[in-house]
């Protein structure tokens, strides 16, 4: 006698549910540039390694928690005075710099899980390394060539920004400004932040976050910038000026990597720990359901899980969250592989209780590959 598809699915999972339950979460992505830095030195001695050593372990500790005031967490002071302990590996080597002249660096790398343990136990939040990219349309008023789109990386101010955005940990893409671009859009509508064809043009590049700036060089040598970001349906605007457009491009993207932080950083606090009810479908074999078992595991958010039932094509899984659950939905809304249901209109909308309970789970749907 042969079972139904749908049993034998049952049956092999309920076989496999005493390994899956209380399943810990990986809580980090092994994006080794995230915990690495190149700092420059003036020379091999210990103390100019232990100096640079500090230096390296800050920008790291920026990177993956979003703190940029690292001096408000006491506990990370004696751990940036003994950093040279922490790193992992170290190599000096000769990097050329802006000027054309070759400066010696010190470049370490850091534990991943060293990482995670220093800022759990300065109270700091933590970035997972699964981040949103971001879409950047530059354009420049020349005096001799009137307004352009720019997509060089090193172009005045694009150098700065992309400087900042490896330090701060945010990916960034360029426009291609081919033929497909020139027809969507135009330098004049990017300089005057036209709103729908800025969304319009950017859909082919499916990114997460779009930063739009514009900039202008005055007679007397000052770099006046003005940017918006739009970000899951809100934006901002902000200007920045100064003499030195590299230094302008790195102080432009702070205002969005802050943003980025605020919405994706996770609280490090065991205490924060919060319980999510889910169902996933369709589900009606073992390798899909293998599959969104594995994606969750990569979900730093994702604490654990356990898997409480399978009816029919759908699976049924309690999860502790180490966020909140936007902070979930956020973080499944960089890979598209999850994706939350419309919830059915209710009659009373004011008295609907929040899905993600045990009586009323968050409803997700399975589309990835």
Request: proline content about 5%; some cysteine; glycine content about 6%.
């Amino acid at each position: 006698m042969t079972l139904p598809a749908q049993l034998r699915f049952a049956f092999f999972c309920n076989l496999c549910l005493m390994v899956l339950l209380s399943y810990g979460a990986n809580s980090y992505a092994d994006t080794s540039s995230y915990f690495s830095a190149s700092v420059p030195v003036s020379s091999q001695s210990t103390s100019e390694r232990n100096r640079a050593a500090a230096q390296g372990l800050r920008e790291v500790l920026v990177r993956m928690s979003g703190v940029t005031q690292l001096d408000d967490y006491p506990a990370t002071q004696e751990v940036l005075s003994n950093a040279s302990r922490h790193i992992q590996q170290f190599q000096y080597e000769l990097v050329r710099g802006g000027d054309g002249r070759r400066v010696e660096h010190l470049v370490m790398s850091f534990s991943p899980a060293v990482i995670e343990r220093i800022i759990k136990e300065a109270g700091l939040p933590y970035w997972p390394a699964n981040r949103p990219s971001t879409l950047v349309w530059l354009v420049e008023d020349d005096a001799t060539e009137g307004k352009r789109l720019i997509n060089d990386p090193n172009g005045p101010v694009m150098q700065g920004l992309s400087a900042a955005a490896k330090q701060r940990g945010v990916p960034l893409l360029l426009p291609l400004l081919d033929l497909d671009d020139q027809l969507a859009i135009s330098a004049e509508q990017v300089w005057s932040f036209d709103e729908e064809a800025i969304l319009s043009a950017s859909e082919r590049y499916v990114a997460d976050t779009i930063l739009v700036g514009r900039y202008a060089r005055s007679f007397s040598g000052e770099w006046w910038t003005t940017w918006q970001y739009f970000q899951q349906g809100g934006s901002r605007l902000y200007e920045y000026r100064g003499v030195d457009a590299a230094l302008v491009g790195q102080q432009a993207l702070a205002p969005l990597a802050d943003e980025l932080a605020s919405r994706y950083a996770l609280d490090s606090k065991a205490e924060s720990a919060a319980q999510l009810y889910i169902q996933i479908s369709p589900v009606n074999e073992f390798g899909t359901y293998r599959k969104a078992l594995d994606y969750l595991r990569t979900l730093a958010v994702v604490s654990s899980y356990d898997l409480l039932a399978i009816t029919d094509d759908t699976v049924l899984l309690t999860l502790r969250l180490s966020g909140s659950q936007s902070q979930f939905l956020n973080a499944l809304s960089l890979d598209n592989k999850l994706r939350a249901r419309a919830p059915a209109v209710e009659s009373t909308p004011w008295m609907a209780e929040a899905a993600g309970g045990p009586d009323k789970p968050l409803q997700l749907q399975w589309i990835g590959r």
